[in-house]
């Protein structure tokens, strides 16, 4: 089995409140998952410092900054810019607004951070969707704005891995960034549209962000390594590297 291989597609979200409880995640965590995802409250909570700090102790740990960034072209260049300097890897913007928003950010980040473009969050199902105003499916939405990002120059796509096929096919060679990952028997909590690892795998997935099942577990590190051999079994069962 290549474990490494899988491992690399591990992405977990620090989905914590503070410095020293994402230091104690990260220690736990390295070694054992690909990348690790800052999210808003950690980054709100904390600032870029703690990006940095997770960068020096972990250096060969991936670090994705997911801020949702969703404004007008020059306010959310300006935040990709200031974003440079954090030791990210990968930054996320919303890709609801069009091409030229996406070409902002892509042009602000030259060549130290990739672009991710989230299409439709995994907590919207379709009668979210329709709330929000958008009268068509979930799938057409997402694969519009997966064309727009691949357009623009993004580095990749989030979506639910439900739509990760017609991505691919729609907008090819990017990252699959699929969060609203669920290992077997585990509590779905607000996520909706979601799929275990060895589904989101086969189905085309190429990085999974996980949060709560590992970060609540009684042991981080034995969780995410029994969710990275189950990428890996199902990596082989697909004939994937
Ligand atoms: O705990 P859980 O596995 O649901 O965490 C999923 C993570 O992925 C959260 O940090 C959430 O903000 C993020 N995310 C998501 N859906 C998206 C984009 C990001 O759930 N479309």
């Known amino acids: 089995m290549d474990l490494e291989a899988a491992r690399e597609r591990l992405i977990v979200a620090l989905d ?3 410095h020293q409880q994402a230091l104690d995640a990260a220690e736990s965590l390295a070694g054992h998952v690909g990348m690790l995802k800052i999210g808003l409250e950690l980054f709100v ?9 997770i960068r020096e102790r972990h250096p060969t740990l991936g670090i994705f900054l997911d801020l949702k960034l969703h404004d007008i072209p020059n306010t959310m260049a300006g935040a990709i810019r200031s974003a440079r300097s954090s030791g990210a890897n990968l930054i996320t913007v919303h890709a609801g607004s069009g091409v030229d928003h996406l070409r902002a950010c892509v042009d602000a980040a030259e060549d130290e951070l990739g672009v991710l473009a989230v299409t439709v969050l995994t907590s919207q199902d379709a009668k ?3 709330e929000a105003g958008h009268s068509r499916s979930t799938e057409e939405l997402v694969a519009m704005r997966a064309i727009c990002a691949r357009e623009a120059g993004c580095k990749g796509v989030v979506s639910s891995a439900h739509e990760v096929s017609k991505v691919a096919s729609v907008a090819p060679g990017l990252m699959l960034i699929t969060p609203g990952i669920r290992p077997a028997g585990s509590a779905t909590g607000d996520q909706r549209r979601v799929m275990t690892p060895s589904e989101a795998i086969a189905a085309g997935s190429s990085h999974l962000v996980i949060g709560r099942p590992i970060m609540r577990a009684a042991n981080r590190s034995e969780a995410a390594d029994a969710i990275v051999r189950e990428i890996a079994r199902a990596q082989e069962e697909h004939a994937l590297r």
């Open 16 to 18: 914590v409140p503070s």
């Open 128 to 130: 979210a969707c329709k």
């Open 45 to 53: 909570a904390e600032g870029p410092n703690v990006v940095r700090e």
